[in-house]
């Protein structure tokens, strides 16, 4: 069975911080790892992926996240946060390999402050 | 492409009534999936097709959930009959898992069902 953790549900930075949001999945299997985001009565957009090329991903509008199997991790970053990055992310976690079942975190709001 | 097609973007009904939802996926996706989204459960997968053959519905809640896709064009989800429960927003999903595949998800915008 997989499974993701998002920690917090809430995450609130300053316009030009860092934003970290943290992702922890677990996996019988080889996982393939997304991020998505929400913005308010909108679809889910994917921001980027992971499936077992390079560790690090980088994703749109400036989001990177690392791929940590020591830590069984997938935390999104972006070095400085933009107003219209207040958003929900959402981490998701499949199989890797031909399979389609996605099974998405709880979900994190991230609010920017000015 | 347009991207994934959901209809209708909102739906308000009373409880009893039969509602059906749409869902045109991308043209060359061979996954589809129903999702639904609420504030104590979050996103739920409800159901998924391959190739419009329904893969896993161990997500559809009761009897009263239905799904169907009778085309790769084309797919709907019924509840029948309607409670105030079910309100949520629903989405639909699609994906391609071929030899090219970027294991990329597309939503649709997601219809918000709310039964009163």
């Known amino acids: 069975a997989q499974s993701v953790t998002q920690l917090g549900s809430h995450v609130s930075v300053s316009e030009g911080a860092l934003v970290l949001l943290r992702c922890n999945y677990s996996s019988s299997v080889p996982p393939y790892l997304f991020w998505y985001v929400q913005y308010p009565n909108q679809g889910l957009q994917l921001l980027l992926k992971?499936?077992?090329?390079?560790?690090l991903v980088k994703g749109i509008n400036g989001f990177e996240a690392e791929f940590k199997k020591s830590e069984t991790s997938f935390h999104l970053t972006k070095p400085s946060a933009h107003m219209s990055d207040a958003a929900e992310y959402f981490c998701a976690v499949t199989r890797s390999g031909n399979t389609g079942k996605l099974i998405f975190g709880q979900g994190t709001t991230l609010q920017v402050k000015p | 492409d347009a991207g994934v097609i959901q209809s209708p973007r909102h739906e308000v009904t009373e409880m009893g009534q039969e509602v059906t939802l749409r869902c045109k996926p991308i043209s060359g996706h061979d996954y589809l999936f129903w999702y639904r989204q609420t504030m104590m459960r979050g996103l739920e997968l409800l159901i998924y097709f391959n190739n419009n053959v329904p893969i896993d519905d161990s997500g559809m809640p009761e009897d009263r959930f239905s799904a169907k896709m009778p085309n790769a064009s084309f797919s709907t989800l019924k509840i029948q009959p309607s409670e105030p429960r079910d309100s949520a927003v629903y989405f639909c999903?699609?994906?391609?898992?071929?030899?090219?595949?970027?294991?990329?998800?597309?939503f649709g915008s997601g219809t918000r069902l709310t039964v009163v």
């Open positions: 992971y499936t077992s090329a390079a560790t």
């Open positions: 999903a699609s994906s391609f898992f071929g030899e090219k595949a970027n294991y990329g998800y597309t």
